[in-house]
């Protein structure tokens, strides 16, 4: 089957990097997703990694490494508006379209 | 505007009532997706379709049905609710690639008293 293991909380200050790591094991692997979820919010997505190496969207990155079934999303100058739910994300097989979610890790960014 | 809609955004029903919580898109997305969540917990898929007359269970027992008569339309039925399906349900559809973008509905808060 498929799992997805992440921390469940990290705290961080305003101005701060803070990584969010992401293990998973799969049958098969066809990338890693990774979305943001306030309180009270839906997810909204933030990145995709569908090959290694490290994928840059303005504060945020997210890097993958398949030989070590591994990702993480980075988040740099840290606000209070990033405090929030984050979550890592793969497909559950080849022929399906199911997206399993990782169990979460909630930031909470201090002044 | 391209946009997933879900109503209502609140519910609060009696045991044994029957309901159905709607879902639409204007994205022309072929795949849609029911997940439910619990607070601060994970999202558990409950029911997909890839498309018109698709539809799939999850992962997650559900008491619950859906249909897919309509490519923007994904509709889920409760038919009798229970305490136990207090929770947060969200809808989702996507392009050709689940992984690349998945949109979702702002979600339906539900509570069976």
């Known amino acids: 089957g498929q799992s997805l293991e992440q921390p469940s909380e990290v705290t961080a200050v305003e101005g701060a990097i803070v990584q969010i790591n992401c293990t998973y094991q799969t049958s098969g692997f066809y990338g890693l997703s990774w979305y943001q979820q306030h309180d009270g919010g839906a997810p909204t997505f933030l990145s995709y990694n569908g090959l290694d190496g490290l994928e840059e969207t303005g504060r945020f990155s997210s890097f993958l490494s398949r030989s070590d079934s591994y990702g993480y999303l980075l988040l740099q100058e840290l606000q209070m508006k990033d405090s929030a739910s984050y979550f890592c994300a793969v497909r559950a097989g080849y022929n399906t379209d199911k997206l399993i979610f990782g169990t979460g890790t909630r930031l909470q960014v201090f002044p | 505007e391209a946009d997933i809609y879900q109503t209502p955004r609140y519910l609060v029903i009696g045991t044994g009532k029957k309901i159905t919580l709607e879902c639409s898109q204007t994205m022309g997305h072929d795949k849609m997706y029911w997940y439910q969540q619990d607070p601060g917990m994970e999202l558990h898929l409950i029911h997909y379709s890839y498309g018109v007359n698709s539809t799939e269970k999850g992962d997650l027992s559900s008491e619950s049905t859906v249909s897919r008569i309509r490519t923007e339309h994904f509709p889920l039925t409760l038919e009798s609710a229970r305490p136990s399906h207090t929770s947060q349900y969200l809808c989702?559809?996507?392009?050709?690639?689940?992984?690349?973008?998945?949109?979702f509905g702002s979600g339906t808060q539900l509570s069976v008293l």
């Open positions: 989702a559809s996507s392009g050709q690639n689940v992984l690349e973008k998945l949109f």
